[in-house]
């Protein structure tokens, strides 16, 4: 039987920052992905947004987590040569029955640590976003975008700089614990039975399944996994109208159709809620129809047939449709009585924002 001292289950990028930690701190590291590259999953179909921490309840794991990370990802990114920008965010009150929640909005930010909002009023906001809709703005200059495809082959080449190794098409058959670790058995072409101390589910939209199969450990705590579908549609054949990001106030379930723009300065608008049976990425080219009237909220010059369908993702949802947003959760030995047990649950956004951070916090529990 092959042992190594820490196994990670996925290489997203939570994963693969966690694997890089585990590695920086002298552990001997395996990840084992079930795809053929990294990221392929949740890490790869995102707004690739930096964060500020501004909507996340206050002495949340993802409030504290998103400001602690979004520190450490734009000193990571300096130093490692990843592309980062801060472009900058507005938050946008379209109508002045908005504005009450706006001001709610700058206040929680606040507590969470974030205190460089800036309060615009229409007249300097329409400076900086002529066509763009706006009684009065939220601009959080801290707010940014990445090179996230970058940033992950570059935690990998940490990763593996120390020693560590990715082993893709090796999906988890199961887990038991055993003689103070763990047996794991894989499939895939080169199928592996392996013992290790440390085990860290990492999984993203799988992780809650593969908890409820570690034989040995409590799984009582193991929460019910749900899926949420974002749609992204890109402008097609125009130049971006916005210099900035552009966000509605939330809705229920996540941020609102935002406009993003990409490394390459390309406007994406998205993602959109639709709660799903399990993890399928179908794009369904109708859902834009909803789309021009949620981005005419604030973007009234939007024309028709301007939209083209881009990509979906899926967020690893641990709350119901209808229920208030669940925190990031982070179980260690304590919850599942087996040691060397780090389970992360529901790592949606910030999660991208916060990777480093959390890979730190996994860190500690497992030191």
């Known amino acids: 039987m092959d042992r190594v001292d820490s196994v990670v289950v996925g290489a997203g990028v939570v994963g693969l920052a966690v694997a890089r930690a585990l590695a920086r701190q002298g552990r001997e590291v395996l990840v084992l992905e079930t795809e053929g590259a990294i990221g392929e999953h949740t890490s790869s179909r995102n707004s690739e947004v930096i964060h500020a921490g501004i909507y996340y309840d206050a002495g949340s794991l993802?409030?504290?987590?998103?400001?602690?990370?979004?520190?450490?990802?734009?000193?990571?990114?300096?130093?490692?040569?990843v592309e980062a920008r801060r472009l900058g965010k507005f938050i946008v009150?379209?109508?002045?029955?908005?504005?009450?929640?706006?001001?709610?909005?700058?206040a929680h930010a606040e507590v969470n640590g974030v205190d460089d909002l800036e309060l615009w009023d229409a007249d300097r906001f329409?400076?900086?976003?002529?066509?763009?809709?706006?009684?009065?703005?939220?601009?959080?200059?801290?707010?940014?975008?990445?090179d996230s495809h970058g940033y992950m082959l570059s935690l990998q080449g940490g990763l593996e700089e120390r020693g560590g190794v990715v082993a893709f098409h090796s999906p988890v058959q199961s887990v038991r614990v055993e003689g103070g670790g763990f047996v794991v058995e894989t499939g895939g072409d080169d199928p592996l039975t392996l013992r290790?101390?440390?085990l860290?589910?990492?999984a993203g939209l799988y992780a809650p399944a593969l908890a409820a199969e570690i034989a040995g450990a409590d799984r009582t705590a193991v929460p019910k996994a749900y899926y949420a579908r974002g749609a992204y549609f890109s402008l097609q054949g125009q130049k971006s109208p916005f210099t900035h990001l552009v966000y509605p106030i939330p809705e229920p379930g996540g941020l609102g159709v935002h406009a993003t723009i990409d490394m390459a300065g390309q406007v994406r608008f998205g993602p959109d809620v639709e709660w799903i049976d399990g993890v399928d990425y179908t794009l369904i080219p109708s859902r834009a129809d909803k789309f021009y009237a949620a981005i005419r909220a604030y973007w009234p010059g939007l024309q028709d047939g301007a939209l083209t369908p881009a990509y979906c993702g899926v967020r690893p949802k641990i709350s119901a449709p209808g229920a208030p947003n669940a925190d990031f959760v982070i179980h260690g030995p304590a919850h599942s009585g087996a040691a060397g047990l780090v389970n992360l649950f529901g790592i949606e956004s910030p999660g991208l924002t916060s990777s480093l951070a959390i890979a730190d916090e996994v860190a500690r529990l497992l030191s």
């Open 93 to 106: 009150a379209s109508s002045e029955d908005q504005l009450p929640q706006l001001m709610k909005i700058k």
């Open 196 to 198: 290790c101390d440390t």
């Open 62 to 81: 993802k409030a504290r987590l998103c400001v602690e990370g979004r520190h450490k990802l734009y000193a990571y990114c300096a130093e490692h040569g």
């Open 126 to 146: 329409h400076a900086a976003e002529p066509e763009v809709t706006c009684e009065k703005a939220l601009y959080s200059p801290s707010t940014g975008i990445l």
């Open 200 to 202: 860290v589910n990492s």
